[in-house]
């Protein structure tokens, strides 16, 4: 009788988390279906190779993708090194327990304040203090130190999952410490890696508050990548708020929607992409 009891407390259990697991499912199916309904229809090859024009009345998101992929690469080429670099340090080098206590709880609070606030600071930091004015090289250092503490968190999990045995065994061939973590730990851990930077994408491209404030809302296309970044300009996330709220233009809203997903998708495929060659390759 117990055992009938406990057989069926478990299949109460396994339904509830299928259901849960279905319900969110649907849930993502239903938002991503429909953007891509409303938004794929409004893309056009002209809307997507086009300069904004008040005066000419031309449509046009070509300024916002430039600014987005300027954006996402120079914010992963700073924060990628300082976040595993930090993580490597704290798992492998450092000594004092409690100063590691402490840090990981300060950059799981990092984690958790509201990207508003990381606006404000970047604004009177990068912007102001700094003389960075409005850029976005402004944005990349404010989204910079958004997305450290979620790649020194991810990594130095990682990093903690692989085995001692691996260390101790490459340490009892002969290797230095750096050379087993750069040869053993550092590849064994490479997923984690690549979730922290898949993570990052994501919140650099959905980033709209702290970019509002710091990177401005420029539509200007320039020629040299190095000025671009001296200069204000607005992202996708940027733009798409502005096209629906301040303009009213849902076509061309609901485009840029359904862009930003396909481009999330396309960096997250290929950052698994480049995850599945380095395993290969161990």
């Known amino acids: 009788m117990e055992n009938r009891g406990r057989a069926t407390k478990d299949m109460v259990r396994k339904v509830l988390v299928y259901l849960a697991a279905g319900m969110t499912m649907a849930l993502l199916v239903c938002i991503l279906g429909y953007v891509l309904y409303k938004g794929i229809p409004e893309l056009s090859w002209s809307l997507i190779t086009s300069v904004p024009s008040v005066i000419r009345k031309v449509e046009g998101i070509l300024p916002y993708i430039l600014n987005t992929l300027y954006i996402i690469f120079l914010t992963l080429l700073i924060v990628l090194p300082l976040g595993v670099g ?135 296309l320039l020629d040299n990548i190095f000025e671009a970044y001296t200069r204000s300009g607005a992202t996708l996330s940027v733009a798409l708020y502005m096209t629906a709220y301040e303009e009213g233009n849902f076509e061309v809203a609901w485009a840029i929607a359904a862009l930003l997903i396909g481009l999330v998708l396309i960096i997250n495929l290929a950052a698994r992409l480049v995850r599945y060659k380095a395993s290969k390759k161990k």
């Open 86 to 220: 930090a993580a490597v340090y704290l798992t492998e080098y450092a000594q004092n327990r409690r100063l590691i206590a402490v840090i990981e709880f300060t950059t799981e609070t990092l984690a958790g304040i509201p990207s508003i606030i990381y606006g404000l600071v970047g604004m009177l930091i990068f912007c102001n203090f700094l003389g960075f004015q409005t850029s976005l090289l402004a944005g990349c250092c404010t989204l910079v130190i958004m997305n450290l503490p979620t790649i020194i968190r991810t990594t130095q999990e990682s990093l903690k999952a692989v085995p001692e045995s691996y260390r101790e065994g490459a340490l009892g061939l002969g290797a230095t410490k750096w050379h087993m973590i750069r040869t053993i730990v550092l590849p064994s851990s490479l997923d984690g890696i690549v979730t922290g930077c898949i993570l990052s994408i994501g919140r650099i491209v959905g980033e709209s508050a702290a970019l509002l404030y710091t990177a401005g809302f420029g539509k200007v």
